[in-house]
Protein backbone atom coordinates (compact mmCIF):
# COMPACT_ATOMS: atom_id res chain seq x y z
CA UNK A 1 0.00 0.00 0.00
CA UNK A 2 1.55 3.37 -0.80
CA UNK A 3 0.07 7.11 -0.76
CA UNK A 4 -1.67 6.97 -3.84
CA UNK A 5 -3.86 4.39 -2.88
CA UNK A 6 -7.40 4.63 -2.50
CA UNK A 7 -8.65 2.49 0.63
CA UNK A 8 -12.13 0.58 -0.30
CA UNK A 9 -14.21 1.12 2.83
CA UNK A 10 -17.99 0.25 2.11
CA UNK A 11 -19.85 -1.44 -1.00
CA UNK A 12 -23.35 -1.08 -2.10
CA UNK A 13 -24.89 -3.09 -4.95
CA UNK A 14 -28.27 -3.49 -6.38
CA UNK A 15 -28.10 -6.22 -8.97
CA UNK A 16 -30.31 -9.03 -10.54
CA UNK A 17 -28.86 -11.36 -8.24
CA UNK A 18 -29.40 -9.25 -5.40
CA UNK A 19 -30.94 -6.19 -3.58
CA UNK A 20 -27.77 -5.39 -1.36
CA UNK A 21 -23.70 -6.63 -1.30
CA UNK A 22 -24.27 -9.91 0.44
CA UNK A 23 -27.21 -10.88 -1.41
CA UNK A 24 -25.23 -10.36 -4.79
CA UNK A 25 -22.32 -11.74 -4.42
CA UNK A 26 -24.27 -15.38 -2.48
CA UNK A 27 -26.79 -14.92 -6.08
CA UNK A 28 -23.02 -14.60 -8.10
CA UNK A 29 -21.78 -17.66 -6.01
CA UNK A 30 -24.36 -19.85 -7.20
CA UNK A 31 -23.10 -19.76 -11.24
CA UNK A 32 -26.34 -19.40 -12.95
CA UNK A 33 -28.05 -16.68 -15.47
CA UNK A 34 -30.79 -14.45 -13.99
CA UNK A 35 -32.36 -13.76 -17.60
CA UNK A 36 -35.72 -13.84 -18.34
CA UNK A 37 -39.00 -12.72 -20.08
CA UNK A 38 -39.50 -9.05 -19.07
CA UNK A 39 -43.02 -7.74 -19.05
CA UNK A 40 -41.25 -4.21 -20.19
CA UNK A 41 -40.14 -5.18 -23.40
CA UNK A 42 -43.74 -7.77 -24.33
CA UNK A 43 -43.77 -7.67 -28.36
CA UNK A 44 -40.09 -6.75 -28.87
CA UNK A 45 -38.15 -9.51 -30.96
CA UNK A 46 -35.92 -9.50 -27.54
CA UNK A 47 -37.85 -9.90 -25.18
CA UNK A 48 -36.03 -10.97 -22.38
CA UNK A 49 -33.63 -9.33 -19.41
CA UNK A 50 -31.90 -8.98 -16.31
CA UNK A 51 -34.14 -7.26 -14.23
CA UNK A 52 -34.09 -6.40 -10.38
CA UNK A 53 -37.62 -7.56 -9.90
CA UNK A 54 -37.78 -7.06 -5.72
CA UNK A 55 -36.89 -3.70 -5.56
CA UNK A 56 -39.18 -0.85 -4.30
CA UNK A 57 -37.66 2.30 -4.99
CA UNK A 58 -40.93 3.98 -3.41
CA UNK A 59 -40.25 1.68 -0.12
CA UNK A 60 -36.80 2.25 -0.12
CA UNK A 61 -36.51 5.97 -0.77
CA UNK A 62 -40.15 7.33 -0.05
CA UNK A 63 -42.30 8.05 -2.84
CA UNK A 64 -41.26 12.24 -3.43
CA UNK A 65 -37.69 11.34 -4.49
CA UNK A 66 -38.67 7.96 -6.92
CA UNK A 67 -41.82 10.76 -8.13
CA UNK A 68 -39.09 13.06 -9.65
CA UNK A 69 -36.43 10.32 -10.77
CA UNK A 70 -36.09 7.74 -13.38
CA UNK A 71 -35.31 4.17 -12.20
CA UNK A 72 -31.33 4.69 -12.61
CA UNK A 73 -31.03 6.94 -10.09
CA UNK A 74 -33.26 5.01 -7.86
CA UNK A 75 -30.60 2.19 -7.97
CA UNK A 76 -27.88 4.40 -7.35
CA UNK A 77 -29.24 5.87 -4.15
CA UNK A 78 -30.17 2.64 -2.73
CA UNK A 79 -26.65 1.46 -3.04
CA UNK A 80 -24.74 4.25 -2.02
CA UNK A 81 -26.47 4.52 0.94
CA UNK A 82 -25.96 1.00 1.61
CA UNK A 83 -21.94 1.87 0.93
CA UNK A 84 -21.82 4.70 2.84
CA UNK A 85 -23.54 2.48 6.15
CA UNK A 86 -20.98 -0.35 4.83
CA UNK A 87 -17.95 2.36 5.50
CA UNK A 88 -19.67 3.42 8.77
CA UNK A 89 -19.57 6.66 7.87
CA UNK A 90 -22.12 9.47 9.65
CA UNK A 91 -23.67 11.69 6.81
CA UNK A 92 -24.75 14.30 9.73
CA UNK A 93 -20.84 14.41 10.67
CA UNK A 94 -18.44 14.33 8.54
CA UNK A 95 -17.09 16.97 6.60
CA UNK A 96 -19.32 17.40 3.65
CA UNK A 97 -17.36 20.15 1.49
CA UNK A 98 -14.27 17.00 1.52
CA UNK A 99 -16.38 14.15 0.62
CA UNK A 100 -17.05 13.87 -3.17
CA UNK A 101 -19.54 11.86 -5.52
CA UNK A 102 -18.15 10.31 -8.56
CA UNK A 103 -21.10 8.10 -10.63
CA UNK A 104 -20.67 6.91 -14.28
CA UNK A 105 -23.62 6.14 -16.83
CA UNK A 106 -23.90 5.11 -19.74
CA UNK A 107 -27.25 5.43 -21.06
CA UNK A 108 -29.63 6.68 -17.83
CA UNK A 109 -32.54 4.94 -18.59
CA UNK A 110 -34.93 6.78 -20.59
CA UNK A 111 -37.53 4.79 -18.96
CA UNK A 112 -41.03 7.78 -19.34
CA UNK A 113 -39.47 9.29 -22.11
CA UNK A 114 -41.91 7.60 -24.66
CA UNK A 115 -44.88 8.31 -22.88
CA UNK A 116 -43.34 12.54 -22.73
CA UNK A 117 -42.88 12.02 -26.64
CA UNK A 118 -46.18 10.54 -27.32
CA UNK A 119 -47.55 13.71 -25.37
CA UNK A 120 -45.47 15.84 -27.71
CA UNK A 121 -46.74 14.38 -30.84
CA UNK A 122 -49.89 14.47 -30.08
CA UNK A 123 -49.68 18.61 -28.66
CA UNK A 124 -50.08 17.46 -25.03
CA UNK A 125 -47.44 19.86 -23.98
CA UNK A 126 -49.25 20.46 -21.05
CA UNK A 127 -49.44 17.08 -20.09
CA UNK A 128 -45.69 16.59 -20.35
CA UNK A 129 -44.00 16.39 -16.69
CA UNK A 130 -41.80 19.26 -15.33
CA UNK A 131 -39.51 16.56 -14.26
CA UNK A 132 -39.56 15.35 -17.41
CA UNK A 133 -36.34 16.88 -18.02
CA UNK A 134 -34.47 16.66 -14.60
CA UNK A 135 -35.32 12.87 -13.87
CA UNK A 136 -33.35 11.95 -16.90
CA UNK A 137 -30.25 13.99 -17.21
CA UNK A 138 -26.91 11.74 -16.55
CA UNK A 139 -25.36 14.33 -14.09
CA UNK A 140 -28.88 14.46 -12.25
CA UNK A 141 -27.60 10.96 -10.76
CA UNK A 142 -24.41 12.06 -9.16
CA UNK A 143 -26.38 15.52 -8.12
CA UNK A 144 -28.94 13.34 -6.10
CA UNK A 145 -26.83 11.36 -4.51
CA UNK A 146 -24.49 14.05 -3.56
CA UNK A 147 -28.28 16.04 -1.85
CA UNK A 148 -29.44 13.02 -0.26
CA UNK A 149 -26.16 11.89 1.60
CA UNK A 150 -24.86 15.69 1.47
CA UNK A 151 -21.96 15.23 0.43
CA UNK A 152 -20.82 18.40 -0.51
CA UNK A 153 -17.57 18.26 -2.29
CA UNK A 154 -16.71 17.79 -6.18
CA UNK A 155 -19.85 16.58 -8.03
CA UNK A 156 -19.35 14.39 -11.30
CA UNK A 157 -20.70 11.97 -13.95
CA UNK A 158 -18.62 10.16 -15.84
CA UNK A 159 -19.83 9.05 -19.24
CA UNK A 160 -17.47 6.22 -20.95
CA UNK A 161 -20.10 3.82 -22.30
CA UNK A 162 -19.82 0.43 -20.61
CA UNK A 163 -16.30 1.65 -19.03
CA UNK A 164 -18.11 4.56 -17.21
CA UNK A 165 -18.12 2.62 -14.02
CA UNK A 166 -14.67 2.14 -14.15
CA UNK A 167 -13.74 5.56 -15.15
CA UNK A 168 -15.62 6.96 -12.45
CA UNK A 169 -13.70 5.29 -9.48
CA UNK A 170 -10.55 5.73 -11.45
CA UNK A 171 -11.48 9.04 -11.55
CA UNK A 172 -12.71 9.35 -7.67
CA UNK A 173 -8.98 8.08 -6.86
CA UNK A 174 -7.73 10.49 -8.54
CA UNK A 175 -9.29 13.40 -6.57
CA UNK A 176 -8.37 11.57 -3.37
CA UNK A 177 -5.29 11.65 -5.01
CA UNK A 178 -4.75 14.97 -5.42
CA UNK A 179 -6.40 16.34 -1.99
CA UNK A 180 -9.48 17.64 -3.41
CA UNK A 181 -11.32 15.34 -0.80
CA UNK A 182 -11.03 12.94 1.57
CA UNK A 183 -13.85 10.46 0.83
CA UNK A 184 -15.19 9.77 -2.13
CA UNK A 185 -18.40 7.76 -3.32
CA UNK A 186 -17.53 6.55 -6.52
CA UNK A 187 -19.27 3.94 -8.60
CA UNK A 188 -22.11 3.20 -11.53
CA UNK A 189 -25.47 2.67 -12.45
CA UNK A 190 -27.67 2.27 -15.50
CA UNK A 191 -31.69 1.03 -16.70
CA UNK A 192 -31.01 -0.42 -19.73
CA UNK A 193 -33.83 -3.16 -19.84
CA UNK A 194 -36.04 -0.39 -21.57
CA UNK A 195 -37.63 -0.33 -24.66
CA UNK A 196 -35.82 1.45 -26.99
CA UNK A 197 -32.63 0.06 -25.74
CA UNK A 198 -33.70 -3.41 -26.33
CA UNK A 199 -35.00 -2.45 -29.76
CA UNK A 200 -31.78 -0.45 -30.95
CA UNK A 201 -29.04 -3.07 -29.52
CA UNK A 202 -31.48 -5.76 -31.03
CA UNK A 203 -30.82 -4.36 -34.05
CA UNK A 204 -27.48 -3.34 -33.91
CA UNK A 205 -27.40 -7.42 -33.68
CA UNK A 206 -25.37 -6.95 -30.40
CA UNK A 207 -28.13 -8.80 -28.43
CA UNK A 208 -28.88 -12.32 -27.73
CA UNK A 209 -31.82 -13.81 -29.24
CA UNK A 210 -31.90 -16.93 -27.28
CA UNK A 211 -35.47 -16.63 -26.53
CA UNK A 212 -35.94 -20.28 -25.54
CA UNK A 213 -33.48 -20.04 -22.56
CA UNK A 214 -33.39 -16.27 -20.85
CA UNK A 215 -31.85 -17.56 -18.05
CA UNK A 216 -28.73 -19.66 -20.05
CA UNK A 217 -28.44 -16.46 -23.11
CA UNK A 218 -25.62 -14.59 -21.37
CA UNK A 219 -22.01 -16.69 -22.27
CA UNK A 220 -19.28 -15.25 -21.76
CA UNK A 221 -16.43 -16.87 -23.58
CA UNK A 222 -18.85 -19.64 -24.82
CA UNK A 223 -18.37 -20.80 -28.15
CA UNK A 224 -22.28 -20.80 -28.01
CA UNK A 225 -22.60 -17.03 -27.42
CA UNK A 226 -24.41 -15.33 -29.93
CA UNK A 227 -24.65 -10.98 -27.96
CA UNK A 228 -25.35 -9.81 -24.62
CA UNK A 229 -28.39 -9.51 -21.94
CA UNK A 230 -29.79 -6.03 -21.57
CA UNK A 231 -29.71 -5.58 -17.35
CA UNK A 232 -29.99 -3.22 -15.07
CA UNK A 233 -27.68 -2.29 -11.37
CA UNK A 234 -25.96 0.32 -9.65
CA UNK A 235 -22.80 -0.91 -7.74
CA UNK A 236 -20.76 2.18 -5.02
CA UNK A 237 -18.06 2.17 -3.21
CA UNK A 238 -16.60 4.26 -0.98
CA UNK A 239 -13.43 5.19 -1.50
CA UNK A 240 -10.66 6.76 1.42
CA UNK A 241 -7.52 8.28 1.39
CA UNK A 242 -5.48 5.69 3.87
CA UNK A 243 -4.48 7.92 6.53
CA UNK A 244 -7.80 9.00 7.01
CA UNK A 245 -9.46 5.93 7.11
CA UNK A 246 -7.23 4.82 9.61
CA UNK A 247 -7.46 7.54 11.42
CA UNK A 248 -10.98 7.29 12.01
CA UNK A 249 -10.18 3.50 12.39
CA UNK A 250 -12.15 2.02 9.59
CA UNK A 251 -12.34 -1.02 7.87
CA UNK A 252 -10.46 -1.45 4.87
CA UNK A 253 -11.66 -3.91 2.47
CA UNK A 254 -8.64 -3.48 -0.07
CA UNK A 255 -6.84 -0.58 -2.10
CA UNK A 256 -7.32 1.16 -5.64
CA UNK A 257 -3.60 0.89 -6.60
CA UNK A 258 -3.67 1.75 -10.14
CA UNK A 259 -5.76 3.24 -12.93
CA UNK A 260 -5.27 3.19 -16.38
CA UNK A 261 -7.49 4.33 -19.36
CA UNK A 262 -6.82 4.24 -23.37
CA UNK A 263 -8.78 4.83 -26.64
CA UNK A 264 -8.71 2.59 -29.73
CA UNK A 265 -9.41 5.05 -32.00
CA UNK A 266 -10.58 2.50 -34.44
CA UNK A 267 -14.52 1.79 -34.72
CA UNK A 268 -17.34 3.22 -32.86
CA UNK A 269 -18.52 0.12 -31.62
CA UNK A 270 -15.90 -2.26 -32.62
CA UNK A 271 -12.83 -3.30 -30.55
CA UNK A 272 -9.51 -3.20 -32.69
CA UNK A 273 -9.16 -6.90 -34.02
CA UNK A 274 -5.35 -6.45 -32.20
CA UNK A 275 -6.94 -5.24 -28.26
CA UNK A 276 -3.96 -2.91 -28.69
CA UNK A 277 -6.13 -0.31 -27.49
CA UNK A 278 -7.52 -2.37 -24.07
CA UNK A 279 -3.83 -3.75 -23.65
CA UNK A 280 -2.58 -0.15 -23.23
CA UNK A 281 -4.99 0.64 -20.18
CA UNK A 282 -4.30 -2.90 -18.84
CA UNK A 283 -0.48 -1.59 -19.01
CA UNK A 284 -1.12 1.76 -17.77
CA UNK A 285 -3.50 0.45 -15.06
CA UNK A 286 0.00 -1.49 -13.84
CA UNK A 287 2.65 1.13 -14.35
CA UNK A 288 0.04 3.54 -11.85
CA UNK A 289 0.40 0.66 -9.34
CA UNK A 290 4.24 -0.12 -10.23
CA UNK A 291 2.95 -3.56 -10.46
CA UNK A 292 3.82 -6.42 -12.69
CA UNK A 293 2.01 -8.89 -14.63
CA UNK A 294 3.04 -11.90 -12.21
CA UNK A 295 1.35 -9.73 -9.34
CA UNK A 296 -2.03 -10.25 -10.55
CA UNK A 297 -3.61 -13.22 -9.94
CA UNK A 298 -6.78 -12.43 -10.52
CA UNK A 299 -9.03 -10.98 -13.49
CA UNK A 300 -12.68 -9.76 -13.57
CA UNK A 301 -13.08 -9.78 -17.13
CA UNK A 302 -15.35 -7.38 -19.43
CA UNK A 303 -16.53 -10.43 -20.91
CA UNK A 304 -20.03 -9.34 -22.13
CA UNK A 305 -20.77 -12.99 -24.08
CA UNK A 306 -20.40 -11.02 -27.64
CA UNK A 307 -18.67 -12.90 -30.42
CA UNK A 308 -15.91 -10.50 -31.03
CA UNK A 309 -15.96 -8.43 -27.80
CA UNK A 310 -15.30 -12.05 -26.09
CA UNK A 311 -12.77 -12.93 -29.02
CA UNK A 312 -10.61 -10.09 -28.50
CA UNK A 313 -10.35 -9.63 -25.09
CA UNK A 314 -9.33 -13.29 -24.40
CA UNK A 315 -6.64 -12.62 -26.79
CA UNK A 316 -5.50 -8.99 -25.61
CA UNK A 317 -5.08 -11.24 -21.88
CA UNK A 318 -3.38 -13.96 -23.10
CA UNK A 319 -0.97 -11.54 -25.15
CA UNK A 320 0.03 -9.22 -21.20
CA UNK A 321 -0.33 -12.19 -19.22
CA UNK A 322 1.17 -15.27 -21.49
CA UNK A 323 -0.79 -17.13 -19.05
CA UNK A 324 -3.54 -15.90 -17.36
CA UNK A 325 -4.72 -16.30 -13.91
CA UNK A 326 -7.97 -17.24 -13.25
CA UNK A 327 -10.85 -14.99 -15.32
CA UNK A 328 -14.64 -14.42 -14.28
CA UNK A 329 -17.32 -12.48 -16.24
CA UNK A 330 -20.55 -11.87 -13.54
CA UNK A 331 -22.05 -10.77 -16.51
CA UNK A 332 -22.99 -14.76 -17.08
CA UNK A 333 -25.14 -14.47 -14.08
CA UNK A 334 -26.39 -10.71 -14.19
CA UNK A 335 -26.20 -9.71 -17.56
CA UNK A 336 -24.64 -5.95 -18.98
CA UNK A 337 -25.60 -3.38 -17.06
CA UNK A 338 -23.61 -0.90 -19.48
CA UNK A 339 -22.78 1.79 -17.21
CA UNK A 340 -22.84 0.15 -14.22
CA UNK A 341 -21.07 -2.78 -15.42
CA UNK A 342 -17.79 -1.31 -14.51
CA UNK A 343 -18.62 -0.77 -10.89
CA UNK A 344 -20.07 -4.27 -10.15
CA UNK A 345 -16.52 -5.82 -11.72
CA UNK A 346 -14.78 -3.71 -9.04
CA UNK A 347 -17.06 -4.14 -6.04
CA UNK A 348 -17.09 -7.83 -6.97
CA UNK A 349 -13.30 -8.10 -7.33
CA UNK A 350 -12.75 -6.62 -4.13
CA UNK A 351 -15.13 -8.51 -2.22
CA UNK A 352 -13.09 -11.68 -4.56
CA UNK A 353 -9.96 -10.47 -2.94
CA UNK A 354 -11.19 -10.43 0.65
CA UNK A 355 -12.93 -13.67 0.84
CA UNK A 356 -9.83 -15.19 -1.88
CA UNK A 357 -12.23 -16.49 -4.01
CA UNK A 358 -13.07 -16.39 -7.56
CA UNK A 359 -16.62 -16.11 -8.34
CA UNK A 360 -17.69 -18.77 -11.32
CA UNK A 361 -18.74 -17.19 -14.97
CA UNK A 362 -22.15 -18.47 -15.73
CA UNK A 363 -23.46 -20.53 -18.70
CA UNK A 364 -19.99 -21.34 -20.04
CA UNK A 365 -19.93 -25.05 -20.98
CA UNK A 366 -17.79 -24.71 -23.30
CA UNK A 367 -14.22 -22.49 -23.74
CA UNK A 368 -14.74 -20.85 -27.27
CA UNK A 369 -11.48 -22.25 -29.60
CA UNK A 370 -8.15 -20.73 -29.57
CA UNK A 371 -9.25 -19.25 -26.43
CA UNK A 372 -5.99 -19.26 -23.77
CA UNK A 373 -7.70 -18.61 -20.67
CA UNK A 374 -8.68 -20.12 -17.39
CA UNK A 375 -11.96 -19.35 -16.49
CA UNK A 376 -13.67 -20.29 -13.57
CA UNK A 377 -17.43 -21.49 -14.03
CA UNK A 378 -19.77 -23.59 -11.79
CA UNK A 379 -18.98 -22.99 -9.00
CA UNK A 380 -16.59 -20.61 -6.91
CA UNK A 381 -12.55 -21.11 -6.58
CA UNK A 382 -11.07 -20.57 -3.73
CA UNK A 383 -7.61 -18.82 -4.60
CA UNK A 384 -4.85 -17.33 -3.10
CA UNK A 385 -4.73 -13.54 -4.39
CA UNK A 386 -3.11 -10.75 -2.93
CA UNK A 387 -3.93 -8.23 -6.18
CA UNK A 388 -6.45 -8.40 -9.08
CA UNK A 389 -7.38 -6.20 -12.19
CA UNK A 390 -11.01 -5.23 -13.27
CA UNK A 391 -11.39 -4.39 -16.90
CA UNK A 392 -13.94 -2.31 -19.35
CA UNK A 393 -14.71 -1.62 -22.73
CA UNK A 394 -17.20 0.82 -24.04
CA UNK A 395 -18.82 1.85 -27.49
CA UNK A 396 -16.56 4.97 -28.79
CA UNK A 397 -13.39 2.40 -27.88
CA UNK A 398 -13.29 3.63 -24.39
CA UNK A 399 -11.10 1.43 -22.15
CA UNK A 400 -10.32 1.63 -18.83
CA UNK A 401 -8.85 -0.87 -15.94
CA UNK A 402 -8.38 -1.00 -12.16
CA UNK A 403 -5.90 -2.54 -10.24
CA UNK A 404 -6.41 -3.60 -6.92
CA UNK A 405 -4.69 -5.20 -3.88
CA UNK A 406 -6.12 -6.28 -0.80
CA UNK A 407 -6.02 -5.02 2.97
Not at 57 to 65: N, S
Not at 210 to 229: E, H, L, M, W
Request: glycine share 10%.
Amino acid sequence: MSASDAAVTGIGMVTPAGLGREATWDGLCEGVGFGARDPWLAGLPVDFSCGVHDFDGGALLGKRITWRNDRFIHLAMVAAREAVADAALDTDTWDAPRVAVVLGCASNGGDRWAAEYRNLAEGRVESISPTALLRSLPNMVAGEVSTDLQALGPCLTTSTACAAGTTAIGTARDLLRTGACDIAIAGGTDCARVPMGSAAFYRMRALSENRQDPAGASRPFDADRDGFVLSEAAAVLVLERPEYARARGAHIRGYVSGYGASSDGFHPTRPDPEGAGARRAVLAALADARADVSEVHHVNAHGTSTPLNDRVEASMLSKVFRTPPPVTSVKGAIGHSLGAAGAIDAACTVMSLERQLVLPTANLDRLDDGMDLDVVTKQPRRHRMEAAISDSFGFGGQNAVLFFRAA
